[in-house]
C-alpha cells in the first residue's frame, strides 16, 4: 500500500506552496512546521526568511497567508507575535487522514524497502553464573529495538553476546572431570530439568570448585593447566566447556521465556564465537600502525583519554603474556558483523559504565577501516537499576537482585490486582493467571521503556502495576475497556464521518491518532523507545477523556456519531495494541 500522509505533512505541503506563491525567491524554504499547545500546528520558518530577505516578518507572514487558496484542509492560520503561524485544521482533514490510516495494516507507519542492516548486541548473560536485576535493562530494551527497527523496514541481525570464556572455565571443567555426575540433569522421571534447577546446579558447582581452588593448591595447578587446554582447543575439555555453554543455555530460556522475549539459538553468538579471529585482528591492528606494541603489550593510544597521572590509557588489545582481553573479541566482533553480516549499523545495548571502552574500541574500529561513513556503531547506554531508596537495587541482605526472583513477585502482584476485577469482568481461573503474567512482566517493561535508557530509575513495583499513572496496567486496561465497548455495539460498526463536527475531546484524540507513524519513525531513527511509551501513555489518556466526555453506547448519541466514535475507538485500540507489542507488552482483550 502507498505511504499514507499525516496531517503535518499534508500542512507542511500547502504551507510550502503558499511559500512558493508568495515568495518565488523562497521557494525551498522550510516552513518548521511543529505541533503546537496554541493551535494545532505552529511555523516559524519565516522568522528565518525575513531575516535572509531582509524584511518585516509579519508582513512576510500576512503575504504568505495569503497566497494560500481556500482548502479542505487548513480551517484558519493566525499570524502571531513576530511572524509565527498558527494553524488549525479541519475536522474534515483529521478524520480522513485518520480513515487513510485505518485502511493501512501498518496504521500509516511507512515501511523503508532500502533501509540497511543493524545488527543489535544486547541480553548478554554469562555462563555459569546467574543473571540479576542488572541484566533487566539490556534484554528489554534491546528487544523493543528489534522490534520497532524490524517494524520499520530495517533488517536486523540480532546478537547474545554472552560471557562463555575466560579463566574461570579452567577451575570449573576440571572440577567436573574430577566429579563428573555434577551436571546430570535428568530429574527423576527422566524429563529434562528446569531452568531453576539447572542453575541450581551450576551455583553448586561453582561453589564447591571455587572453594576447592581457594583451598587446595594442586586443584588450582590443575585448573590452570585446563586452563591452557581449553584455549588449545582440546577436544575433551571443550566438550566438557560445551555442557557448561549447553546447561546455562536451559537457564538463560527460561529466564527470557518469563520475560515473554524470544531468544533464537543461532543469535547466541559468545565470545568464544570470535577466538579464530583474534590473532588475525592483532596482526591487522598491529601492521595498519593503529594498534602498537607497549611493555610487551599491543595497545592502542587515544589523545583524549588519560589516567588520574596525566599519562594515556591505551586499549589493550593483546596482553604482554599473550593473551587477549575484552577489546580484541570486541574488534573481531565488529569485523565479523560489518565483513560478513553486512551490517550498516551496529547497535550495543550495553550499560553506561561501558562508555569508555566502547567508545575507544570504536575508534579503534574506525582506524582501522572497518567502520566508516558507511557503517557507524552506537552504544545504547542505559544507566542503573535503584531501589525505592534512590540506592542500587539490593536485597535487604545486601544481594544482588535475581531477575527470577524479581520477575516472580511483580506476576505475583499482577494477578492479585486482576483477580481483584475478575469478578465484574467474569474472568475465568485460567485468565486471571494468564493476564496476571501479561500484566507483570508488561508492567516491568514498562516502566524500563518508559524511562529514557541513559537514565538510572527507582524499580517500585507498587507504582508499577498501579491502574493510575504512567503504567502499562492503565494501557492495557484502556485496550481492554474499548474492547468491552464492541461488546455492548450491538449491530452498530465503525464508520468514519468526515462531514461530521468533533468535540473537543475527538478532536484532540484524532490529531493524537495522527502522530503515531511520526513517533515511531523517531524511535526508531534515535534508538528511543521511550518516546513511544510517552506517545501510548498520552493516548491511553486522551482516550479516558474521550470516554469521559463523548458517549458512545449510552446515552446513544445519533447513528453517524455513534459509528464515528465507534471508528475513533477502534483506531485507539489498534494502535495501542500495535504500539504495544513494538514494546514487547502483550494486551488482554478482557481484564
Not at 575484552?326 to 560489518?338: E, H, P
Not at 513495583?461 to 474499548?482: C, E, F, K, P, W
Request: glycine share 6%.
Amino acid at each position: 500500500m502507498a505511504s499514507v500522509p499525516s496531517l503535518a505533512s499534508t500542512v507542511q505541503q500547502r504551507l510550502a506552496d503558499g511559500l512558493s506563491a508568495a515568495l518565488p525567491d523562497a521557494a525551498s524554504a522550510d516552513p518548521l512546521l511543529r505541533r503546537s499547545d496554541r493551535a494545532d500546528f505552529q511555523a516559524n520558518g519565516i522568522l528565518a526568511l525575513a531575516k535572509q530577505l531582509k524584511g518585516n516578518p509579519r508582513e512576510l507572514a500576512t503575504k504568505v497567508v495569503e497566497a494560500i487558496p481556500a482548502n479542505d484542509v487548513l480551517k484558519e492560520i493566525e499570524v502571531s507575535g513576530p511572524g509565527f503561524l498558527n494553524i488549525t485544521v479541519t475536522d474534515t482533514a483529521i478524520v480522513e487522514t485518520l480513515a487513510a490510516r485505518a485502511a493501512d495494516a501498518r496504521l500509516g507507519v511507512p515501511f523503508n524497502e532500502s533501509a540497511g542492516t543493524t545488527v543489535i548486541d544486547y541480553a548478554q548473560p554469562n555462563v555459569a553464573k546467574e543473571m540479576h536485576v542488572g541484566h533487566l535493562r539490556s534484554a528489554v530494551i534491546g528487544a523493543a529495538m528489534v522490534e520497532i527497527l524490524e517494524f520499520t523496514g530495517e533488517t536486523v541481525v540480532r546478537r547474545h553476546h554472552i560471557g562463555d570464556w575466560g579463566t574461570q572455565f579452567g577451575m570449573l571443567i576440571q572440577y567436573l572431570i574430577e566429579h563428573p555426575h555434577e551436571l546430570d540433569h535428568k530429574a527423576e522421571d527422566g524429563a529434562e530439568v528446569s531452568g531453576e534447577e539447572a542453575m541450581s546446579n551450576l551455583n553448586r558447582l561453582y561453589k564447591a570448585s571455587r572453594a576447592l581452588f581457594d583451598s587446595d593448591e594442586e586443584f588450582k595447578t590443575r585448573a590452570r593447566a585446563r586452563v591452557v587446554d581449553l584455549q588449545a582447543g582440546d577436544e575433551e575439555t571443550l566438550a566438557l566447556w560445551q555442557r557448561f555453554v549447553d546447561e546455562s543455555k536451559i537457564y538463560f530460556y527460561s529466564v527470557f521465556d518469563k520475560l515473554d522475549m524470544d531468544i533464537r539459538d543461532g543469535d547466541v553468538v559468545g565470545e568464544s564465537g570470535y577466538n579464530d579471529m583474534l590473532t588475525e585482528t592483532c596482526r591487522i591492528l598491529e601492521e595498519s600502525g593503529v594498534a602498537v606494541r607497549s611493555e610487551g603489550a599491543l595497545c592502542v593510544f587515544f589523545d583524549d583519554v588519560k589516567g588520574p597521572d596525566g599519562n594515556p590509557t591505551p586499549l589493550i588489545v593483546q596482553k604482554s603474556d599473550g593473551g587477549f582481553g575484552y577489546a580484541a573479541t570486541d574488534l573481531s566482533a565488529i569485523r565479523d558483523r560489518v565483513q560478513n553480516l553486512k551490517a550498516s549499523s551496529l547497535l550495543y545495548v550495553v550499560d553506561a559504565r561501558q562508555s569508555l571502552h566502547f567508545k575507544m574500541v570504536f575508534e579503534t574500529a574506525r582506524r582501522a577501516g572497518w567502520l566508516n561513513d558507511e557503517v557507524k556503531a552506537v552504544q545504547l547506554a542505559f544507566g542503573t537499576v535503584l531501589g525505592k531508596d534512590g540506592k542500587p537495587f539490593k536485597t535487604r541482605e545486601g544481594e544482588t537482585v535475581r531477575l527470577v526472583d524479581l520477575l516472580d513477585e511483580a506476576v505475583d502482584r499482577a494477578t492479585a490486582v486482576v483477580r481483584e476485577k475478575a469478578e465484574k469482568v467474569g474472568l475465568t481461573e485460567t485468565e486471571i493467571v494468564e493476564n496476571g503474567q501479561y500484566v507483570g512482566i508488561g508492567a516491568v517493561k514498562y516502566a524500563d521503556l518508559s524511562t529514557s535508557a541513559a537514565r538510572d530509575y527507582k524499580f517500585d513495583l507498587d507504582q508499577m502495576v498501579s491502574l493510575n499513572g504512567d503504567t502499562s496496567v492503565y494501557l492495557q486496561y484502556a485496550y481492554a475497556r474499548i474492547k468491552s465497548i464492541f461488546g455492548k455495539a450491538g449491530d452498530r460498526t465503525p464508520a468514519a464521518h468526515p462531514e461530521l463536527e468533533l468535540a473537543p475531546a475527538e478532536r484532540a484524540l484524532g490529531l493524537h491518532l495522527d502522530r503515531f507513524a511520526e513517533t515511531v519513525s523517531e524511535a526508531a531513527t534515535e534508538y528511543a523507545p521511550h518516546k513511544l511509551t510517552a506517545y501510548l501513555y498520552q493516548l491511553a489518556s486522551l482516550y479516558t477523556t474521550f470516554y469521559d466526555q463523548c458517549p458512545v453506547i449510552k446515552p446513544e448519541p445519533a447513528e453517524e456519531v455513534a459509528e464515528n466514535r465507534l471508528f475513533l475507538c477502534d483506531l485507539t485500540a489498534r494502535t495501542l495494541h500495535q504500539g504495544m507489542a513494538l514494546l514487547g507488552i502483550r494486551t488482554p482483550e478482557r481484564l
